[in-house]
């Protein structure tokens, strides 16, 4: 069965510091794999997402996230956060084959507090 | 890009009672939905995954008679929440996909019953 963990439940960075969000992943395929933010009381939102390819990938707001095999790993990065970025993210992992017909199993979440 | 609105985004209701929370995609189709549960400061749990036009697959521990799911049409979904108790009370996000455009959730309902 695939399982994401997020080890850091809460992080605290200076605003214009940069950030890193772990993420690893057990899944016996090939996995798809996303990051979410979500703010109070809303819905999520796609921050990027890798399905094959170049394994760093490019999101929206500045952030990135690197594929590393063989760490099952998929840390999400920030060269510099905004006081906006405050919120809850979310690692999730989908099935390569048929996918969007399938569930994508979440991460426990990391709650991002960011500090003048 | 592909949206999804989520209908109310509160309710307060009373204990006793039903509720039906709706999901449309705007603009696409979607072939499957999905409806998480969210406690508060914690991670989505999916309760049931539902293609439109079949009974939807519920997830083990969900209670089926009391959380229903209808799939009508390529755009709707409804979770219609039976005879409410307040430990129903939580966040409810749907989440629909069209294949391989990928999962685009809506901004989630919050339930309170009282």
């Known amino acids: 069965a695939q399982s994401v963990t997020q080890p850091d439940i809460h992080i605290t960075v200076s605003e214009g510091a940069s950030l890193e969000l772990r993420c690893n992943y057990s899944y016996g395929a090939t996995p798809y794999l996303f990051w979410y933010v979500q703010s109070p009381g809303q819905g999520l939102q796609l921050l990027l997402k890798y399905f094959s390819g170049d394994t760093l990938v490019q999101g929206i707001k500045g952030f990135e996230a690197e594929f590393k095999r063989s760490q099952s790993s998929f840390n999400l990065r920030k060269p510099s956060v905004h006081w906006s970025d405050a919120a809850e993210y979310f690692c999730a992992v989908g099935a390569a084959s048929n996918f969007g017909n399938e569930k994508l199993t979440f991460g426990t979440g990391t709650r991002l507090t960011i500090i003048p | ?114």
């Open chain 2, 1 to 114: 890009g592909a949206v999804v609105s989520q209908h109310p985004s509160r309710v307060i209701c009373k204990s006793g009672t039903s509720v039906k929370i709706e999901c449309r995609s705007l603009d696409f189709q979607a072939t499957t939905m999905f409806w998480y549960r969210q406690f508060p400061k914690q991670s989505l749990m999916l309760m049931a995954t539902s293609n439109e036009g079949s009974k939807a697959t519920y997830e083990q521990g969900v209670e089926k008679d009391k959380f229903l799911i209808n799939h009508a049409s390529l755009t709707l979904s409804t979770l219609t929440v039976t005879s409410a108790h307040p430990e129903d009370s939580s966040f409810y996000i749907c989440s629909a996909s069209k294949g391989v455009y990928g999962y685009t959730f809506g901004s989630g309902t919050r339930l309170t019953v009282v």
